[in-house]
């Protein structure tokens, strides 16, 4: 009997552990980028006057990178996904929501290669009609953003997003938050996905 269950263990623990490899193998992992630098230079430029929102648009565009690591054998990388742009509010409701289309990289690619700024600063300045936005110093990189974890929906994908914003709305001064995720779109993924995110805390006026 002893024996019985030591073997029932081990073949549990292996069931398991192949399970989760296979979660990893079989899933795509995006990262969105920015640097310390940039993000400081920019909360310091607008911390008086603002940054209109076709600017900051512009920013994000520019300034900006994401890469795209496959973990599945066989299966190519998505080459078309959606950009999504949700405005959330201290408490993590989503105020507002917009997707734009953007072309999917397979290795680290500047989103200006992959999106174009013009498309992004509509559909902002949809969001935010003639506002401008003044940055608070509370930025969450990617890392935030459980990076261990994979979704095999979009609505999975975003219950982090109000989520995290609860806890920017709690860290910041910001009444709002801007936060971006990169995904291959669609109501369900092909393949498991991590998507990647950013989040911008701060004020509109």
């Known amino acids: 009997m002893r024996y019985l269950i030591i073997l029932f263990t081990v073949l549990l623990f292996t069931t398991g552990t192949e399970q989760i490899l296979g979660q990893e193998k079989g899933s795509v992992v995006y990262e969105l980028n920015y640097s310390r630098s940039d993000i400081s230079m920019m909360q310091?430029?607008?911390a008086e006057k603002g940054i209109a929102?076709?600017?900051?648009a512009n920013w994000i565009v520019k300034n900006g990178t994401v890469?795209?690591?496959n973990n599945s054998?066989?299966?190519e990388t998505p080459g078309q996904g959606v950009l999504t742009i949700f405005l959330t509010d201290e408490n993590g409701s989503v105020v507002r929501q917009e997707n734009v289309s953007v072309r999917l990289p397979n290795e680290r690619s500047m989103?200006?290669?992959l999106l174009n700024s013009s498309a992004l600063a509509?559909?902002?300045e949809r969001i935010l009609?003639?506002?401008a936005f003044y940055p608070?110093?509370?930025f969450y990189p990617d890392s935030v953003f459980y990076p261990d974890s994979v979704f095999k929906t979009s609505r999975e994908a975003q219950t982090i997003v109000a989520e995290v914003s609860r806890k920017a709305g709690s860290e910041g001064d910001g009444e709002y938050n801007i936060v971006l995720m990169i995904s291959p779109g669609g109501p369900d993924f092909e393949l498991p996905v991590n998507p990647g995110y950013v989040l911008f805390n701060g004020n509109f006026r």
């Open 136 to 138: 608070d110093s509370v």
């Open 53 to 56: 929102v076709k600017d900051l």
């Open 73 to 75: 054998m066989g299966t």
């Open 111 to 113: 989103i200006t290669s």
């Open 129 to 131: 009609p003639g506002m």
């Open 44 to 46: 310091k430029k607008a």
């Open 122 to 124: 509509g559909v902002m």
């Open 67 to 69: 890469s795209a690591k």
